[in-house]
C-alpha cells in the first residue's frame, strides 16, 4: 500500500533535521571537500618537490602548524571578529534606518542617494588613517571603517525590499484604515526581510574585510596587524594562518545569518 502524503511528509522532514540532514550535508560538500584535500596534498608534494623557499610559498603543512601552534593568532582573531560584529551591527543600524527615510520621503531620496554612491567611490585605503587620527588608536576606528564598508549593501537591498510590494496590497491596507506606521510593520517590514538578510550576508563578509584594511592602516592589534607584522618579516605561513581565520570569521557569521534567518524568514523555507 503507498505511503500517505501525511506520512511522506513527515519522513521527509525527519530527514531534513538530525542525523539526515547532517548525512545531506556530508553528501552535498563532498566532492568540494575532497578536490581541496587533493590539491593541498598536490601543493605540499609539489612544493617540497622544486624546493620553493617558504617565504615565498609555504607548504599547507607549515600554515597548519602555525594555525594549531599556541601563540596570539586567538586574540588578534577576537579582536577583529569584535570590530567586524560591531561594525556591521552599526551599518545595519544606519543602512536600515536611511532605507525606511528613503522609502517614505522620496525627497531626501533624490538628494542623498547620489551622494551616498560618490561616497562608494571613495578609496577605502585612503580614509582609514584618517579613522585612527579622529577615533584613536582602539576598537573605534576599526568598527568605524568595518560599519563604512556593511553600510552599502544593507541600504540598497532594504530599499528594494521594502519597495516590494504591490499597488494592490498598498490599496487592501488602506482600504482596511491601516495607519502609515501599520502598514510599514505589517506589509513592507515582512517584505523586505529577505532582501535584507540577502544584503547582511554580504555586509558580513565586507565588515571582515573592512575591519582588517583599518588594521593594515595602523593598528596594535587585529589580523591586519598580524599581516602587516608577518609580512616585514616575510613570514608568509604567518600571513596565510591569518588570512584563513579571516575567512572562517566571514563564513561563521555567514553560517549564524543563515540561521537567524530560517528562525525569522521561516515562510521562505525550502519545502
Same mark, same amino acid.
Given at each position: 500500500?503507498?505511503?500517505?502524503?501525511?506520512?511522506?511528509?513527515?519522513?521527509?522532514?525527519?530527514?531534513?533535521?538530525?542525523?539526515?540532514?547532517?548525512?545531506?550535508?556530508?553528501?552535498?560538500?563532498?566532492?568540494?571537500?575532497?578536490?581541496?584535500?587533493?590539491?593541498?596534498?598536490?601543493?605540499?608534494?609539489?612544493?617540497?618537490?622544486?624546493?620553493?623557499?617558504?617565504?615565498?610559498?609555504?607548504?599547507?603543512?607549515?600554515?597548519?602548524?602555525?594555525?594549531?601552534?599556541?601563540?596570539?593568532?586567538?586574540?588578534?582573531?577576537?579582536?577583529? *571578529?569584535?570590530? $567586524?560584529?560591531? =561594525?556591521?551591527?552599526?551599518?545595519? +543600524? @544606519? #543602512?536600515? /534606518?536611511?532605507?525606511?527615510? !528613503? &522609502?517614505?520621503?522620496?525627497?531626501?531620496?533624490?538628494?542623498?542617494?547620489?551622494?551616498?554612491?560618490?561616497?562608494?567611490?571613495?578609496?577605502?585605503?585612503?580614509?582609514?588613517?584618517?579613522?585612527?587620527?579622529?577615533?584613536?588608536?582602539?576598537?573605534?576606528?576599526?568598527?568605524?571603517?568595518?560599519?563604512?564598508?556593511?553600510?552599502?549593501?544593507?541600504?540598497?537591498?532594504?530599499?528594494?525590499?521594502?519597495?516590494?510590494?504591490?499597488?494592490?496590497?498598498?490599496?487592501?491596507?488602506?482600504?482596511?484604515?491601516?495607519?502609515?506606521?501599520?502598514?510599514?510593520?505589517?506589509?513592507?517590514?515582512?517584505?523586505?526581510?529577505?532582501?535584507?538578510?540577502?544584503?547582511?550576508?554580504?555586509? *558580513?563578509?565586507? $565588515?571582515?574585510? =573592512?575591519?582588517?584594511?583599518?588594521? +593594515? @592602516? #595602523?593598528? /596594535?592589534?587585529?589580523?591586519? !596587524? &598580524?599581516?602587516?607584522?608577518?609580512?616585514?618579516?616575510?613570514?608568509?605561513?604567518?600571513?596565510?594562518?591569518?588570512?584563513?581565520?579571516?575567512?572562517?570569521?566571514?563564513?561563521?557569521?555567514?553560517?549564524?545569518?543563515?540561521?537567524?534567518?530560517?528562525?525569522?524568514?521561516?515562510?521562505?523555507?525550502?519545502?
Amino acid at each position: 500500500m503507498g505511503m500517505s502524503n501525511t506520512a511522506l511528509r513527515g519522513e521527509l522532514r525527519a530527514a531534513r533535521s538530525g542525523p539526515g540532514r547532517l548525512i545531506a550535508l556530508a553528501r552535498r560538500y563532498a566532492a568540494a571537500l575532497s578536490l581541496m584535500l587533493i590539491l593541498l596534498v598536490a601543493l605540499e608534494v609539489a612544493l617540497r618537490a622544486f624546493q620553493v623557499p617558504v617565504y615565498l610559498v609555504p607548504p599547507p603543512s607549515r600554515v597548519l602548524a602555525r594555525l594549531l601552534a599556541p601563540g596570539d593568532l586567538p586574540g588578534h582573531a577576537g579582536f577583529t *571578529a569584535t570590530a $567586524a560584529i560591531a =561594525g556591521l551591527a552599526a551599518g545595519t +543600524l @544606519a #543602512g536600515f /534606518g536611511l532605507a525606511v527615510a !528613503f &522609502v517614505h520621503l522620496r525627497l531626501l531620496e533624490d538628494a542623498l542617494y547620489p551622494w551616498v554612491l560618490v561616497s562608494q567611490a571613495v578609496p577605502a585605503a585612503a580614509l582609514a588613517p584618517l579613522l585612527t587620527i579622529w577615533l584613536g588608536d582602539g576598537l573605534a576606528p576599526r568598527a568605524a571603517m568595518a560599519a563604512l564598508f556593511a553600510f552599502f549593501p544593507i541600504l540598497v537591498a532594504t530599499t528594494r525590499g521594502l519597495r516590494d510590494v504591490t499597488p494592490e496590497q498598498l490599496a487592501l491596507m488602506r482600504a482596511w484604515g491601516a495607519t502609515p506606521w501599520q502598514t510599514f510593520r505589517c506589509l513592507r517590514l515582512p517584505a523586505s526581510l529577505p532582501a535584507l538578510f540577502s544584503g547582511l550576508k554580504i555586509a *558580513a563578509a565586507l $565588515a571582515v574585510v =573592512g575591519a582588517i584594511v583599518s588594521e +593594515l @592602516a #595602523g593598528s /596594535g592589534r587585529g589580523l591586519g !596587524f &598580524v599581516v602587516s607584522v608577518a609580512a616585514y618579516h616575510l613570514r608568509t605561513d604567518q600571513i596565510f594562518a591569518a588570512v584563513l581565520i579571516a575567512a572562517a570569521i566571514s563564513l561563521g557569521l555567514h553560517g549564524l545569518l543563515v540561521l537567524v534567518e530560517r528562525f525569522i524568514v521561516f515562510w521562505r523555507r525550502p519545502g
